[in-house]
């Protein structure tokens, strides 16, 4: 079975609309959709922002659903200078920004008992989202490190802080939560974005302006890769 979250309505809505929906559930207010893309098994979930959420509305959808493999989809901001808005980023590994335990010594980033600060995604899931993503011709397509955080990145010295020390590519809120949670759980992980902004000074007039396109973009790219006629 396969999993698909998504943080807001319309970045599932696309999703929705598309699959055949086979029933609705809801456990601790996530809403989840079962049904299937084409003939693939899948349940779509709405996941809210944030890190807790997304680490919840993922573990929910590994208890109840008993999915192997979970999609993220969903928008970022955008931290290479030649990224434009609508540019597709798949996720090579996910780290978070914001655990910080340097004043005990650990590197920023690492995420102790799991003992990591990347989190990698399933090489062949993210194939399948390249190749989609490449079918569409309607943007460039980047991989490499998504930096996730509890925060809207909209200061050009903090992106260039999230480069600087991770090499991330992307940021955004949910990716390196839903990896951790799938990570402690042996459930296969890969993520999906399109950049809404350039998470600088005039990132939240971007996101205002592009984030519906940008997310609706990103879902056409997950029916793509994982619907199947037979
Ligand atoms: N999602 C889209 N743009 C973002 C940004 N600039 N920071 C965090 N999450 C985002």
Redesign the pocket.
């Known amino acids: 079975m396969l999993g698909v979250i998504g943080a807001m309505q319309i970045e599932v809505d696309k999703l929705i609309d598309t699959m055949s929906v086979e029933g609705q559930f809801e456990y601790s207010g996530f809403k989840y959709f079962k049904g299937k893309f084409g003939q693939t098994d899948t349940v779509v979930a709405l996941g809210g922002i944030g890190k807790v959420n997304a680490a919840l509305c993922a573990q929910i959808m590994i208890d109840k659903f008993s999915v192997d493999q979970i999609v993220n989809t969903?928008?970022?901001?955008g931290l290479c200078e030649e990224m434009s808005v609508f540019d597709i980023v798949v996720a090579e590994s996910f780290v978070q920004h914001d655990m910080d335990a340097s004043a005990i010594g650990d590197p920023v980033g690492f995420v102790s008992g799991v003992n990591k600060i990347n989190f990698m995604c399933d090489t062949e899931l993210s194939d399948r989202l390249v190749g989609a993503a490449k079918e569409t011709k309607e943007s460039e397509i980047f991989t490499g490190v998504v930096a996730t955080?509890d925060?809207?990145?909209?200061s050009r010295e903090k992106g260039l802080w999230l480069r600087r020390s991770f090499g991330a590519v992307a940021?955004?809120?949910e990716g390196g939560a839903i990896a951790h949670a799938c990570c402690l759980a042996g459930v296969r992980f890969a993520a999906i974005r399109c950049i809404?902004?350039s998470?600088n000074d005039g990132?939240n007039m971007s996101?205002e302006e592009f984030?519906g396109v940008a997310a609706r973009l990103c879902s056409e790219i997950v029916l793509r890769a994982f619907w199947t006629n037979d």
């Not at 969903?74 to 901001?77: L, P, R, T, Y």
């Open positions: 969903g928008v970022a901001g955080g925060q809207f990145i909209s940021c955004e809120m809404s902004d998470a990132a996101y984030s």
